[in-house]
């Protein structure tokens, strides 16, 4: 499986950034997001089921980042409002198969 992600970039505290990853490869399942701040751990955003009905969210994402997935074509979304400093990171693409499969990381920085 190969996982190609876009849409970093930098962007002023409040403003939105939207992610894009296509994943290449048969029996996808879960799909989703992590990543990892300056200094720190890689950490869960949000994922989402293989038919886009089950998510999952980090509680520092709640109500500000949205994972959507168009399936059949095994891409994933995140768009990400209301952002803040402390979300500037690197955000990893992640797709499940029988392992789970990381994208290269696209970088996302958050200006106060």
């Known amino acids: 499986v190969q996982l190609q992600a876009s849409g970093g970039g930098s962007v002023q505290a409040g403003g939105s950034l939207r992610l894009s990853c296509v994943a290449s490869?048969?029996?996808?399942?879960?799909m989703g997001w992590y990543r990892q701040p300056p200094g720190k751990e890689r950490e869960l955003v949000a994922t989402i089921s293989r038919d886009g009905t089950q998510t999952k969210y980090a509680d520092f994402v709640k109500g500000r980042f949205i994972i959507s997935r168009i399936g059949y074509v095994n891409t994933v979304y995140l768009q990400m409002n209301s952002l803040q400093p402390e979300d500037s990171g690197v955000y990893y693409c992640l797709a499940t198969t029988n392992i789970i499969n990381w994208g290269q990381g696209t970088l996302v920085t958050v200006s106060s």
């Open positions: 490869g048969d029996r996808i399942a879960v």
